[in-house]
C-alpha cells in the first residue's frame, strides 16, 4: 500500500473555488488510477471523483459533476482536484487514495486504501 499526501484545502466563501493536490515524494502517480474522497462530520466517507492511468478515464459523483474537476500532471507527479462554485455541503476532510491498479475501483479504494492526514476544505461564509 502507499500512502499519498494530499494539500491545498482552507476556509472558501460559498461560490469559491480551491484546487487540493495529491502526490508522493517517491511513488509515482503516472501508472495508477487515482481517486478522491472526502469525509464530513458524522459521516461516512464517500468517493468524489477518479481519474485513471493510461486514457485518464474520469469519474464522478453526483453530488460534484459540471463543479469539480479531475486531472494529473505527470510532469509534477501531481493530481489536482479543481473543486468550483463550492457549496457549505462540501464541507469535509478530503483525501486521496489508490490501489495500484490502471483502473478506477471506487469501492476497492474505500474498503482498502491506506488513508492519510487529508486536506481540510471549509466552505462558510
Known amino acids: 500500500q502507499v500512502t499519498l499526501v494530499e494539500s491545498g484545502g482552507g476556509l472558501v466563501q460559498p461560490g469559491g473555488s480551491l484546487r487540493l493536490s495529491c502526490t508522493h515524494s517517491?511513488?509515482?502517480?503516472?501508472?495508477?488510477?487515482i481517486g478522491w474522497f472526502r469525509q464530513a462530520p458524522g459521516k461516512e466517507r464517500e468517493g468524489v471523483s477518479c481519474i485513471s492511468s493510461s486514457r485518464g478515464t474520469t469519474t464522478y459523483a453526483d453530488s460534484v459533476k459540471g463543479r469539480f474537476t479531475i486531472s494529473r500532471d505527470n510532469a509534477k507527479n501531481t493530481v489536482f482536484l479543481q473543486m468550483n462554485s463550492l457549496k457549505p455541503e462540501d464541507t469535509a476532510v478530503y483525501y486521496c487514495?489508490?490501489?495500484?491498479?490502471?483502473?478506477?475501483?471506487?469501492?476497492?479504494?474505500?474498503?482498502?486504501?491506506?488513508w492519510g492526514q487529508g486536506t481540510q476544505v471549509t466552505v462558510s461564509s
Open positions: 517517491e511513488f509515482t502517480l503516472e501508472y495508477y488510477a
Open positions: 487514495a489508490t490501489e495500484l491498479l490502471p483502473q478506477c475501483d471506487i469501492p476497492l479504494m474505500m474498503s482498502s486504501a491506506s
